[in-house]
């Protein structure tokens, strides 16, 4: 099977609802259903396949088009979350708000120490807490970046690293707290990966840095 027959099986898999069992905030370690376990393994032996000399022990995995991220470790499922990535889809040139795809690792881990809300500019605390919107009447023009920061840079060159019209870091494509959270599990947001403050605060504290992210647009 080559690779893109490979990637097409596996994105029919996901998309035909096998992994539709990982509901938001499942504990996946009890191995709730074989096609659970099934569909880890379809994900690793594709990546295993794409980058060969990839240590993909444990990894972040996120879906845009079913607008989930899932944390992988040792072969199991740990996690699954509900997100929130760009409004315009996919892709990798500077200023297109899209959502960069391919393989990055976690380079910072920004704001342990941040109440949840609390606002960044420029990867920095300022001091300001966002009033966190649950309800779906209200929206906000504003694309405010709170509670932690985990940055993301690219590791495939002419894709998602070197010239910095397409460059994930450059491009300062994150996963990041939002207080838009009435839009998560819908494309939304400037480009990032949006989780809600609790949801992001656990994967902070799940993942070291440099775990491998993939992000893929399926």
């Given at each position: 099977?080559?690779?893109?027959?490979?990637?097409?099986a596996?994105?029919?898999?996901?998309?035909?609802?096998n992994?539709?069992?990982?509901?938001?905030?499942?504990?996946?370690n009890?191995?709730?259903?074989?096609?659970?376990?099934?569909?880890?393994?379809?994900?690793?032996?594709?990546?295993?396949?794409?980058?060969?000399?990839?240590?993909?022990?444990?990894?972040?995995?996120?879906?845009?088009?079913?607008?989930?991220?899932?944390?992988?470790?040792?072969?199991?499922?740990?996690?699954s979350?509900?997100?929130?990535?760009?409004?315009?889809?996919?892709?990798?040139?500077?200023?297109?708000?899209?959502t960069?795809?391919?393989?990055?690792?976690?380079?910072?881990?920004?704001?342990?120490?941040?109440?949840?809300?609390?606002?960044?500019?420029?990867?920095?605390?300022?001091?300001?807490?966002?009033?966190?919107?649950?309800?779906?009447?209200?929206?906000?023009?504003?694309d405010?970046?709170?509670?932690?920061?985990?940055?993301?840079?690219?590791?495939?060159?002419?894709?998602?690293?070197?010239?910095?019209?397409?460059d994930?870091?450059?491009?300062?494509?994150?996963?990041?707290?939002?207080?838009?959270?009435?839009?998560?599990?819908?494309?939304?947001?400037?480009?990032?990966?949006?989780?809600?403050?609790?949801?992001?605060?656990?994967?902070?504290?799940?993942?070291?840095?440099?775990?491998?992210?993939?992000?893929?647009?399926?």
């Amino acid at each position: 099977m080559t690779l893109s027959t490979f990637y097409l099986a596996f994105c029919l898999f996901v998309c035909n609802g096998n992994l539709y069992p990982f509901s938001n905030n499942v504990k996946l370690n009890n191995k709730s259903s074989s096609s659970s376990n099934a569909t880890v393994e379809f994900l690793l032996d594709y990546l295993s396949i794409k980058y060969p000399d990839v240590n993909f022990e444990e990894i972040i995995y996120v879906g845009i088009k079913r607008q989930e991220l899932y944390y992988i470790k040792k072969g199991q499922l740990v996690k699954s979350y509900h997100i929130s990535s760009s409004a315009d889809g996919a892709g990798n040139v500077f200023g297109s708000k899209k959502t960069q795809i391919g393989l990055h690792k976690i380079k910072k881990k920004i704001g342990e120490e941040v109440p949840i809300g609390g606002i960044f500019e420029g990867k920095k605390f300022i001091g300001k807490i966002a009033n966190i919107n649950k309800d779906n009447h209200l929206h906000s023009k504003k694309d405010e970046i709170v509670t932690r920061i985990l940055t993301l840079q690219g590791q495939e060159e002419g894709i998602n690293k070197g010239n910095k019209n397409i460059d994930s870091y450059h491009r300062r494509i994150y996963i990041h707290g939002t207080p838009e959270e009435h839009l998560i599990g819908q494309p939304a947001s400037h480009g990032c990966i949006r989780m809600t403050s609790e949801d992001v605060i656990e994967l902070f504290d799940f993942v070291p840095l440099g775990i491998n992210v993939i992000i893929l647009n399926n």
